[in-house]
Protein backbone atom coordinates (compact mmCIF):
# COMPACT_ATOMS: atom_id res chain seq x y z
CA UNK A 1 0.00 0.00 0.00
CA UNK A 2 1.31 3.74 -0.85
CA UNK A 3 -1.53 5.13 1.55
CA UNK A 4 0.15 8.12 4.16
CA UNK A 5 0.20 6.22 7.63
CA UNK A 6 -1.75 6.37 10.12
CA UNK A 7 -4.72 8.29 8.12
CA UNK A 8 -5.76 5.55 6.87
CA UNK A 9 -5.21 2.67 9.63
CA UNK A 10 -8.62 2.88 10.87
CA UNK A 11 -10.14 1.42 7.14
CA UNK A 12 -11.96 -1.29 7.75
CA UNK A 13 -12.24 -1.44 3.77
CA UNK A 14 -9.97 -0.12 1.41
CA UNK A 15 -12.52 1.92 0.38
CA UNK A 16 -13.64 5.93 0.87
CA UNK A 17 -17.35 7.08 0.15
CA UNK A 18 -17.65 9.82 -2.87
CA UNK A 19 -18.97 12.90 -2.17
CA UNK A 20 -22.43 12.79 -3.59
CA UNK A 21 -23.57 16.66 -4.43
CA UNK A 22 -27.32 17.33 -2.53
CA UNK A 23 -27.15 14.12 -1.01
CA UNK A 24 -24.05 14.19 1.41
CA UNK A 25 -24.71 15.57 4.61
CA UNK A 26 -23.69 14.80 8.42
CA UNK A 27 -25.55 12.05 9.08
CA UNK A 28 -24.25 9.93 6.11
CA UNK A 29 -20.30 10.89 6.53
CA UNK A 30 -20.47 9.97 9.94
CA UNK A 31 -22.38 6.97 9.65
CA UNK A 32 -19.51 5.29 6.80
CA UNK A 33 -16.98 6.75 9.32
CA UNK A 34 -18.20 5.16 11.81
CA UNK A 35 -19.00 1.99 9.69
CA UNK A 36 -14.73 1.88 8.73
CA UNK A 37 -14.73 3.61 5.56
CA UNK A 38 -14.11 6.98 4.93
CA UNK A 39 -17.22 9.40 4.36
CA UNK A 40 -17.05 12.31 2.37
CA UNK A 41 -19.50 15.54 1.62
CA UNK A 42 -18.73 18.50 -0.93
CA UNK A 43 -18.22 21.67 0.71
CA UNK A 44 -21.51 22.85 -1.35
CA UNK A 45 -23.84 20.43 0.44
CA UNK A 46 -23.52 22.98 3.15
CA UNK A 47 -25.83 25.95 2.26
CA UNK A 48 -25.50 28.96 3.42
CA UNK A 49 -22.02 28.89 3.39
CA UNK A 50 -22.04 29.61 7.52
CA UNK A 51 -23.85 26.08 7.81
CA UNK A 52 -20.19 24.25 7.09
CA UNK A 53 -19.00 24.96 10.16
CA UNK A 54 -21.66 23.82 11.85
CA UNK A 55 -21.54 20.60 9.68
CA UNK A 56 -17.80 19.93 10.55
CA UNK A 57 -18.45 20.55 14.38
CA UNK A 58 -20.97 17.88 14.09
CA UNK A 59 -19.28 15.70 12.53
CA UNK A 60 -15.77 16.20 14.36
CA UNK A 61 -17.65 16.02 17.81
CA UNK A 62 -19.53 12.70 17.31
CA UNK A 63 -16.76 10.98 15.54
CA UNK A 64 -14.66 11.98 18.62
CA UNK A 65 -17.31 10.57 20.87
CA UNK A 66 -17.53 7.48 18.72
CA UNK A 67 -13.69 7.30 19.25
CA UNK A 68 -13.75 7.47 22.89
CA UNK A 69 -16.67 4.97 23.21
CA UNK A 70 -15.12 2.22 20.80
CA UNK A 71 -10.94 2.39 21.42
CA UNK A 72 -11.11 -0.79 19.78
CA UNK A 73 -12.74 0.41 16.45
CA UNK A 74 -12.03 3.93 16.22
CA UNK A 75 -13.51 5.54 12.98
CA UNK A 76 -12.08 6.21 9.70
CA UNK A 77 -11.18 9.67 8.74
CA UNK A 78 -13.56 11.79 6.99
CA UNK A 79 -13.47 14.25 3.69
CA UNK A 80 -14.54 17.15 2.30
CA UNK A 81 -14.68 18.35 -1.59
CA UNK A 82 -13.64 21.32 -2.79
CA UNK A 83 -14.76 22.34 -6.60
CA UNK A 84 -11.60 24.68 -7.85
CA UNK A 85 -13.51 25.74 -10.87
CA UNK A 86 -13.38 29.81 -11.00
CA UNK A 87 -17.64 30.16 -10.78
CA UNK A 88 -17.07 29.00 -7.38
CA UNK A 89 -16.73 32.38 -5.06
CA UNK A 90 -17.28 30.04 -1.55
CA UNK A 91 -13.42 28.34 -1.94
CA UNK A 92 -11.62 31.21 0.02
CA UNK A 93 -14.10 30.99 2.99
CA UNK A 94 -14.87 27.08 2.79
CA UNK A 95 -11.19 26.30 3.40
CA UNK A 96 -10.60 28.63 5.73
CA UNK A 97 -13.67 26.52 7.65
CA UNK A 98 -11.95 23.33 6.68
CA UNK A 99 -8.53 25.22 8.20
CA UNK A 100 -10.68 25.58 11.68
CA UNK A 101 -11.60 22.38 12.08
CA UNK A 102 -8.58 20.84 10.48
CA UNK A 103 -10.39 18.75 7.56
CA UNK A 104 -7.90 15.59 7.42
CA UNK A 105 -8.70 14.74 3.43
CA UNK A 106 -9.61 17.41 1.23
CA UNK A 107 -10.88 15.83 -2.38
CA UNK A 108 -10.17 18.37 -4.93
CA UNK A 109 -12.13 18.61 -8.38
CA UNK A 110 -12.72 20.76 -11.37
CA UNK A 111 -9.10 22.28 -11.01
CA UNK A 112 -5.78 21.97 -9.39
CA UNK A 113 -4.51 25.00 -7.54
CA UNK A 114 -0.52 24.72 -5.72
CA UNK A 115 -1.92 27.42 -3.36
CA UNK A 116 -4.75 25.18 -1.98
CA UNK A 117 -2.81 21.82 -1.62
CA UNK A 118 -0.17 24.32 0.29
CA UNK A 119 -3.28 25.26 2.43
CA UNK A 120 -4.22 22.17 3.33
CA UNK A 121 -0.46 20.60 3.91
CA UNK A 122 -0.03 23.73 5.94
CA UNK A 123 -2.72 22.39 8.80
CA UNK A 124 -1.52 18.91 7.98
CA UNK A 125 -3.72 17.35 5.81
CA UNK A 126 -3.49 15.82 2.49
CA UNK A 127 -5.15 16.14 -0.51
CA UNK A 128 -6.73 13.92 -3.57
CA UNK A 129 -7.59 15.18 -6.95
CA UNK A 130 -9.58 13.61 -9.23
CA UNK A 131 -9.01 13.39 -12.75
CA UNK A 132 -10.24 11.57 -15.81
CA UNK A 133 -7.24 10.78 -17.75
CA UNK A 134 -3.71 10.42 -17.59
CA UNK A 135 -2.29 13.88 -18.71
CA UNK A 136 -5.15 15.65 -15.66
CA UNK A 137 -3.54 13.00 -13.16
CA UNK A 138 0.13 14.66 -14.14
CA UNK A 139 -1.06 18.25 -13.79
CA UNK A 140 -2.23 17.79 -10.38
CA UNK A 141 1.18 15.57 -8.91
CA UNK A 142 2.91 18.07 -10.40
CA UNK A 143 0.38 21.03 -8.06
CA UNK A 144 0.85 19.55 -5.35
CA UNK A 145 -1.68 16.85 -5.08
CA UNK A 146 -1.05 14.13 -2.75
CA UNK A 147 -2.85 11.92 -4.30
CA UNK A 148 -5.29 11.12 -7.56
CA UNK A 149 -8.81 9.62 -7.69
CA UNK A 150 -8.76 8.16 -11.69
CA UNK A 151 -12.58 8.70 -12.39
CA UNK A 152 -12.94 5.93 -15.09
CA UNK A 153 -15.77 5.21 -17.49
CA UNK A 154 -19.34 4.54 -15.99
CA UNK A 155 -18.67 6.44 -12.79
CA UNK A 156 -21.49 8.27 -11.36
CA UNK A 157 -21.56 12.35 -12.26
CA UNK A 158 -19.14 14.27 -14.04
CA UNK A 159 -16.51 10.73 -15.25
CA UNK A 160 -14.21 10.16 -17.84
CA UNK A 161 -14.61 7.75 -20.48
CA UNK A 162 -11.31 5.55 -20.20
CA UNK A 163 -11.51 2.40 -19.27
CA UNK A 164 -10.17 1.33 -15.44
CA UNK A 165 -7.30 -0.87 -17.03
CA UNK A 166 -5.91 1.34 -19.08
CA UNK A 167 -6.00 4.32 -16.56
CA UNK A 168 -4.69 2.82 -13.72
CA UNK A 169 -1.89 1.46 -15.59
CA UNK A 170 -0.86 4.88 -17.42
CA UNK A 171 -1.19 6.36 -13.61
CA UNK A 172 1.12 3.73 -12.46
CA UNK A 173 3.93 3.91 -15.02
CA UNK A 174 5.15 6.81 -13.33
CA UNK A 175 2.97 7.25 -9.33
CA UNK A 176 3.58 5.36 -6.72
CA UNK A 177 1.60 7.68 -4.51
CA UNK A 178 -1.63 7.27 -2.95
CA UNK A 179 -4.31 5.85 -6.00
CA UNK A 180 -8.17 5.29 -5.81
CA UNK A 181 -10.11 3.84 -8.81
CA UNK A 182 -13.79 5.02 -9.24
CA UNK A 183 -16.16 4.06 -12.21
CA UNK A 184 -18.63 1.10 -12.09
CA UNK A 185 -18.26 -0.55 -8.84
CA UNK A 186 -20.65 -1.24 -6.06
CA UNK A 187 -19.56 -4.84 -4.69
CA UNK A 188 -17.01 -5.87 -2.69
CA UNK A 189 -15.60 -8.27 -5.71
CA UNK A 190 -15.37 -5.04 -7.73
CA UNK A 191 -13.02 -3.18 -4.49
CA UNK A 192 -10.91 -6.32 -4.57
CA UNK A 193 -10.59 -6.08 -8.58
CA UNK A 194 -9.48 -2.35 -8.22
CA UNK A 195 -6.56 -3.40 -5.99
CA UNK A 196 -5.66 -6.21 -8.00
CA UNK A 197 -5.41 -3.04 -10.82
CA UNK A 198 -3.16 -1.14 -8.85
CA UNK A 199 -5.23 1.08 -7.11
CA UNK A 200 -4.84 1.42 -3.42
CA UNK A 201 -8.69 2.35 -2.60
CA UNK A 202 -11.88 1.78 -3.93
CA UNK A 203 -13.84 5.10 -4.95
CA UNK A 204 -18.01 4.28 -4.51
CA UNK A 205 -20.60 6.67 -4.73
CA UNK A 206 -23.69 5.23 -6.26
CA UNK A 207 -24.30 2.68 -3.62
CA UNK A 208 -24.38 5.00 -1.14
CA UNK A 209 -27.70 6.80 -2.54
CA UNK A 210 -29.87 4.06 -2.11
CA UNK A 211 -29.39 3.71 1.95
CA UNK A 212 -31.20 5.33 5.03
CA UNK A 213 -28.69 7.58 5.48
CA UNK A 214 -28.48 9.77 2.58
CA UNK A 215 -30.53 12.77 1.55
CA UNK A 216 -31.81 11.79 -1.77
CA UNK A 217 -35.95 11.63 -2.24
CA UNK A 218 -37.49 8.20 -2.15
CA UNK A 219 -37.94 8.60 -6.03
CA UNK A 220 -34.09 8.92 -6.20
CA UNK A 221 -32.80 5.67 -4.07
CA UNK A 222 -35.31 3.65 -5.88
CA UNK A 223 -34.50 4.78 -9.29
CA UNK A 224 -31.06 3.77 -8.26
CA UNK A 225 -32.18 0.32 -6.75
CA UNK A 226 -34.26 -0.91 -10.17
CA UNK A 227 -31.94 0.88 -12.46
CA UNK A 228 -29.26 -0.89 -14.44
CA UNK A 229 -25.97 0.07 -16.53
CA UNK A 230 -28.25 0.65 -19.80
CA UNK A 231 -30.30 3.44 -18.12
CA UNK A 232 -27.64 5.41 -17.35
CA UNK A 233 -27.20 8.40 -20.13
CA UNK A 234 -23.66 10.60 -20.10
CA UNK A 235 -24.11 13.91 -20.98
CA UNK A 236 -22.93 17.32 -20.73
CA UNK A 237 -26.56 19.84 -20.46
CA UNK A 238 -26.73 19.67 -16.77
CA UNK A 239 -23.50 21.39 -15.65
CA UNK A 240 -21.30 21.94 -18.32
CA UNK A 241 -19.13 18.71 -17.69
CA UNK A 242 -19.33 15.32 -19.14
CA UNK A 243 -21.27 13.09 -16.34
CA UNK A 244 -23.81 10.26 -15.76
CA UNK A 245 -27.38 10.45 -15.17
CA UNK A 246 -30.43 7.97 -14.62
CA UNK A 247 -32.08 8.37 -17.82
CA UNK A 248 -35.76 7.99 -16.04
CA UNK A 249 -35.01 11.04 -14.10
CA UNK A 250 -34.07 13.18 -17.62
CA UNK A 251 -37.50 11.49 -18.98
CA UNK A 252 -39.65 13.14 -15.71
CA UNK A 253 -37.91 16.22 -16.75
CA UNK A 254 -39.52 15.83 -20.41
CA UNK A 255 -36.23 15.48 -22.07
CA UNK A 256 -35.34 13.15 -24.81
CA UNK A 257 -32.43 11.44 -22.89
CA UNK A 258 -31.40 9.89 -26.50
CA UNK A 259 -31.26 13.71 -27.85
CA UNK A 260 -29.78 15.90 -25.39
CA UNK A 261 -28.46 19.42 -26.54
CA UNK A 262 -24.69 20.30 -25.23
CA UNK A 263 -23.89 22.00 -22.38
CA UNK A 264 -21.73 24.92 -20.97
CA UNK A 265 -19.81 25.19 -17.93
CA UNK A 266 -19.92 28.94 -17.95
CA UNK A 267 -23.38 29.01 -17.38
CA UNK A 268 -22.91 27.49 -14.16
CA UNK A 269 -22.19 28.95 -11.21
CA UNK A 270 -21.15 26.28 -8.65
CA UNK A 271 -21.15 29.04 -5.28
CA UNK A 272 -24.34 30.77 -5.85
CA UNK A 273 -26.81 27.83 -5.72
CA UNK A 274 -28.71 29.37 -8.53
CA UNK A 275 -31.94 27.85 -10.16
CA UNK A 276 -30.01 25.34 -12.69
CA UNK A 277 -27.90 24.32 -10.55
CA UNK A 278 -30.59 23.33 -8.29
CA UNK A 279 -32.50 21.74 -11.16
CA UNK A 280 -29.49 20.05 -12.46
CA UNK A 281 -28.77 17.99 -9.41
CA UNK A 282 -32.48 17.89 -7.36
CA UNK A 283 -34.26 16.93 -10.60
CA UNK A 284 -32.01 15.05 -12.71
CA UNK A 285 -30.12 12.04 -11.12
CA UNK A 286 -26.29 11.32 -10.74
CA UNK A 287 -25.53 7.56 -10.84
CA UNK A 288 -23.25 5.43 -12.34
CA UNK A 289 -23.23 2.18 -14.41
CA UNK A 290 -22.45 0.23 -11.17
CA UNK A 291 -26.63 0.26 -10.14
CA UNK A 292 -27.16 -2.59 -11.44
CA UNK A 293 -25.56 -4.36 -8.26
CA UNK A 294 -27.45 -2.27 -5.81
CA UNK A 295 -30.46 -4.38 -4.61
CA UNK A 296 -32.50 -2.33 -1.99
CA UNK A 297 -32.24 0.52 -0.12
CA UNK A 298 -30.56 -0.18 3.32
CA UNK A 299 -28.59 1.48 6.39
CA UNK A 300 -24.96 1.85 6.01
CA UNK A 301 -24.01 -0.07 8.49
CA UNK A 302 -25.69 -2.86 6.27
CA UNK A 303 -24.11 -2.13 3.26
CA UNK A 304 -20.33 -1.90 4.28
CA UNK A 305 -20.95 -5.38 6.06
CA UNK A 306 -22.48 -6.45 2.94
CA UNK A 307 -19.45 -4.96 1.21
CA UNK A 308 -17.16 -6.58 3.46
CA UNK A 309 -18.37 -9.62 3.34
CA UNK A 310 -18.33 -9.64 -0.62
CA UNK A 311 -15.19 -8.55 -0.12
CA UNK A 312 -13.65 -11.25 1.70
CA UNK A 313 -15.67 -13.70 -0.29
CA UNK A 314 -13.97 -12.39 -3.55
CA UNK A 315 -10.84 -12.97 -1.71
CA UNK A 316 -11.05 -16.17 -0.83
CA UNK A 317 -12.72 -17.49 -3.87
CA UNK A 318 -9.32 -15.99 -6.22
CA UNK A 319 -6.94 -17.83 -3.72
CA UNK A 320 -8.35 -20.65 -4.43
CA UNK A 321 -8.21 -20.86 -8.37
CA UNK A 322 -4.95 -19.60 -8.04
CA UNK A 323 -4.03 -22.37 -5.33
Known amino acids: MTLPSPLFDTLRLPLVGAPLFIISGPELVIAQCKAGIVGSF ?17 ITEELAAHN ?3 PERPAAPFAVNQIVHRSNNRLEDDLATCEKWQVPITITSLGARVELNDAVHNWGGITLHDIINDRFARKAV ?46 GGAILGAQAMGADLAYIGSAFIATEEANAVDGYKQGVVEGRAADIV ?14 QSIENAGLDPDNLPDGDISTMNFGSGGNQEKKAWKDIWGAGQGVGAVEKVESIADRVDRLEAEYRAAKESLLDRLY
Open 42 to 58: PALNARPQTMLDEWLHQ
Open 68 to 70: RDN
Open 142 to 187: EKGADGIIAVAAGAGGHAGTISPFALVTEIREWFDGPLLLSGSMAT
Open 234 to 247: YSDLFTGVKGNYLR
